[in-house]
C-alpha cells in the first residue's frame, strides 16, 4: 500500500494569484494523477504526472492554468495558476502500482480543498 | 468516452435497512473499484474485482462484478450510521491505471 499526503489541506487564496499543492508518497509508485472534486461529487482527472517530462491532460485542462511537476517517482506538485471563484473546489493527489491479478490498485491523498475569494 | 452510471445518487434510509448501489457501462472494465470517502478526506479504496462473476464481501459490505464485465453492484445489509458516505465506483481499462468514474452515491444512513 501507498500513504499520500497532500498540503497545503485547505487554504482560502486571492483571486488571480497561483497555488501550488504538493504530493508526497511514502513509496516509489508507476503513476501519479492530479483529480479535482466538487463536495459530494465525483472525481475529474486534471492530468497524469509523468516523471520527468511534461503531464498528460485531460480535456479541458491545460498546462498554462495547471503546470504540473514530477521529478521522481514518490513526489509531484499541481500549480493552480491565475485563481478565480471557478477554481475553488476539493483537489486531489491519487497514485497507482500494478497489483498484479488484483487489477491496478489506486490511492489517494486527503485533499486540498481550496476556496478562491 | 467510457461512461460508467452509478445509481442513485442520492439515498436515505433507517438504520437497519438494506441497501445496494448500482455502477452500469455498455463498455467492458479489466476492473472495478469501489471507493468511499468521507467529508474532508480523499477516497478510501473497498474493493476492486477483477472476474467476471466474482463476489467479494467485506463484513456486511457485498460486492458484485456482472459476468460480462460491464456492470457492478454494492449491497449493504444492515446498513449502520457509520455507513454514511459517498461512494464510488470506478472502472479501469485493460493495462490502463486511468479510471473511469461513476457519478457517486451520497448515502445516508438515519439513526
Known amino acids: 500500500s501507498a500513504v499520500i499526503s497532500q498540503k497545503p489541506s485547505r487554504d482560502i487564496c486571492q483571486r488571480g494569484t497561483s497555488l501550488t499543492i504538493q504530493c508526497q508518497v511514502d513509496?516509489?509508485?508507476?503513476?501519479m494523477f492530479w483529480y479535482r472534486q466538487q463536495p459530494g461529487q465525483s472525481l475529474t482527472l486534471i492530468a497524469t504526472?509523468?516523471?520527468?517530462?511534461?503531464?498528460?491532460?485531460e480535456s479541458g485542462f491545460v498546462i498554462d492554468k495547471f503546470p504540473i511537476s514530477r521529478p521522481n517517482l514518490t513526489f509531484s506538485t499541481l500549480t493552480v495558476s491565475n485563481m478565480s471563484p471557478e477554481d475553488s473546489s476539493i483537489y486531489l493527489c491519487?497514485?497507482?502500482?500494478?497489483?498484479?491479478?488484483?487489477?491496478?490498485?489506486?490511492?489517494f491523498g486527503e485533499g486540498s480543498w481550496l476556496t478562491v475569494v | 468516452t467510457q461512461l460508467l452510471e452509478q445509481s442513485p445518487q442520492f439515498l436515505s434510509i433507517q438504520e437497519g435497512e438494506n441497501l445496494t448501489v448500482y455502477c452500469n457501462s455498455s463498455?467492458?472494465?479489466?476492473?472495478l473499484q469501489w471507493y468511499r470517502q468521507e467529508p474532508g478526506e480523499g477516497p478510501v479504496l473497498l474493493v476492486t474485482?477483477?472476474?467476471g462473476g466474482e463476489v467479494k464481501k467485506l463484513k456486511r459490505l457485498t460486492f458484485q462484478f456482472g459476468d460480462a464485465r460491464k456492470d457492478s453492484s454494492l449491497h449493504i445489509t444492515a446498513a449502520q450510521t457509520g455507513d454514511t458516505g459517498l461512494y464510488l465506483c470506478?472502472?479501469?481499462?485493460?493495462?490502463?491505471?486511468?479510471?473511469?468514474w461513476g457519478a457517486g452515491t451520497k448515502l445516508i444512513i438515519k439513526p
Open positions: 474485482v477483477v472476474t
Open positions: 470506478a472502472g479501469a481499462r485493460d493495462s490502463n491505471y486511468q479510471l473511469i
Open positions: 504526472a509523468n516523471q520527468g517530462s511534461e503531464a498528460t491532460y
Open positions: 491519487s497514485a497507482a502500482d500494478l497489483d498484479g491479478s488484483s487489477g491496478n490498485t489506486i490511492y
Open positions: 463498455s467492458v472494465f479489466s476492473s
Open positions: 513509496s516509489q509508485v508507476t503513476m
